[in-house]
């Protein structure tokens, strides 16, 4: 049986992921290819994607690419991103499509890092 993760909000249906998310930190920045800068924050993170909460409601919807820039443990990354679900108070959730082979690495790093990190803080 599936058992949802007591420090977040995350429903069942998120627990079903292929990869689990950790709680993060950070700044964003994203836009949909060609329309004006937006800004967030990252709140959690996988290799695949993450949420974002932004400052505004975007009206973005499912299937929007976007060229997303995000820090998290002072490291920078971009990438192509597609918005995967809209939540109600506005966050995205958003799959990573497009990642240099050297950002996938830090990448890979960075989720050790918040592996262990939630590790113990749980």
């Known amino acids: 049986m599936l058992q949802a993760d007591k420090s977040s909000t995350m429903s069942l ?3 079903r992921r292929r990869v689990p998310r950790y709680r993060c930190s950070g700044p964003s920045d994203f836009r949909i290819l060609g329309w004006h800068l937006r800004r967030g924050r990252i709140l959690n993170l996988c290799l695949d994607g993450c949420l974002i909460a932004p400052r505004q409601l975007t ?5 929007d690419l976007l060229d997303l820039r995000f820090e998290v443990n002072h490291l920078s990354f971009r990438a192509v991103a597609v918005v995967r679900s809209v939540h109600n108070d506005g966050a995205l959730g958003v799959e990573i499509l497009n ?13 050790a890092e918040l592996a262990v990190s939630d590790t113990l803080n749980t």
């Open 99 to 111: 990642l240099s082979g050297r950002n996938r690495t830090q990448l890979r790093e960075l989720i």
């Open 13 to 15: 249906v998120d627990e």
């Open 59 to 63: 009206g973005y919807e499912p299937g």
